[in-house]
């Protein structure tokens, strides 16, 4: 009576909700846009990795994934866009 379905999750992938903390990290710390940006580069990889492996084995945390790539490629251009406003800034003002 009891079938077990060849569809059950194996529960959650660790790489996706590492993928979105770090995401989220990497926005919050993008005051200091080195650190911010290497925090993103790693968020998206490891959620490009967690995508691939939520497919593969039929695991949860694809939603999860999904987002850690998008807040860590915002980190990413958070981080980019500081650092480009900051030269901007200091360089005209030095010509000034």
Not at 24 to 49: D, R, Y
């Amino acid at each position: 009576m009891n079938q077990v379905h060849e569809t059950e999750r194996k529960g959650l992938n660790g790489k996706s909700v590492a993928s979105f903390i770090l995401g989220i990290l990497s926005i919050v710390i993008v005051i200091i846009p080195v650190i911010g940006a290497v925090l993103g580069i790693v968020g998206v990889i490891l959620g490009m990795i967690g995508l691939k492996e939520v497919k593969r084995d039929n695991r949860e945390g694809k939603n999860l994934a999904i987002a850690g790539v998008i807040f860590s490629i915002i980190g990413i251009v958070f981080s980019i866009c500081w650092v480009v406003i900051a030269y901007m800034t200091f360089t005209s003002t030095i010509s000034t």
